[in-house]
Nanobody, 123 residues
């Protein structure tokens, strides 16, 4: 059974940085495609960034790509999301999701999810 555990959320001011980490177990980590999603109250869960098993990366848009970095460590079975220049609109619960088949932008395509970690950015 695949388990994903997020850590690293918190409360920062505008312009601050946070590093989220997703730790996976119960699977051959090298085959996993891992994505970060976020969800604000009343909003749909949205794709933020993802990394494929071969290290290819995808980002929600240029604004995220210019501020966030996603990386994986196959020796530690972790995928990190380094977030910089955070803004209030980045406030959300951030979820780690994984799938062995592909990386997609659609939350419904993912079989495995973490419990989420809260990120709050105050102005």
């Amino acid at each position: 059974q695949v388990q994903l555990v997020e850590s690293g959320g918190g409360h920062v001011q505008t312009g601050g940085s946070l590093r989220l980490s997703c730790a996976a177990s119960g699977v051959n980590f090298g085959t996993l495609n891992v994505a970060w999603f976020r969800q604000s109250p009343g909003q749909e869960r949205q794709f933020v960034a993802g990394i494929i098993w071969n290290d290819e990366r995808a980002f929600r848009d240029a604004f995220v790509k210019n501020r966030f970095t996603i990386s994986r460590d196959n020796t530690k079975n972790t995928v990190d999301l380094q977030m910089t220049v955070l803004r209030p609109e980045d406030t959300a619960v951030y979820y780690c999701a994984a799938d062995t088949r592909r990386l997609t932008l659609r939350a419904n395509d993912y079989d495995y999810w973490g419990q989420g970690t809260q990120v709050t950015v105050s102005s």
